[in-house]
């Protein structure tokens, strides 16, 4: 699929790695369709969420998503991937960015089965309302237990004006 990027393998220094396998959907569907997207198997640091970042909304574009569905793309795959960083002893994850129907769904698969934590920001906090934040901002947020770990998952609308 145009968009998704061949041949991911950037290197960071320091920082570790950004090294991703790309991938094609094409097999399941959420919603009965065929699916159309990337999927990307990584091993996620804080410095490489930006160009994952940037993936993620390339692939939402391929798939015909207007500036609001990359803006809400781009804040959910920072999140969900600064959580693995922040709360899962193994960094190895997979991102999915699958366009369904009209709407484009991300998953990204961890390591933790422990569940993602969504609560009532305080709002004086420097961290703890992202998860929040995006559930308020798609149509769809979850997280279903697989293997030994979860994958977390939202969904928003391809098209302008639709979202919440």
Known sequence: MPGCAEGADVRWGEGGSVSGELTRVGSVGRTGE???????????????????????????????????????????VSELLSNVVRHVADARCRVEVEGSGTDVVVTVYDRSPLPPVVSEPDWDAERGRGLW????????????????????????????????
Do not use: H, N, S
Not at 45 to 63: F, P, S
């Open 34 to 76: 065929e699916p159309e997207g990337c999927a990307w198997e990584l091993d996620v640091t804080a410095r490489g969420i930006a160009w994952w970042r940037r993936q993620a909304a390339e692939a939402v574009r391929a798939l015909g998503g207007d500036a609001e569905a990359v803006g809400v793309v781009r804040l959910g």
């Open 133 to 164: 934040l995006l559930r308020e901002m798609v149509t769809g947020f979850g997280y279903t237990r697989v293997g030994g770990g979860k994958a977390v998952w939202f969904r928003c609308p391809l098209g302008a004006g639709r979202l919440r």
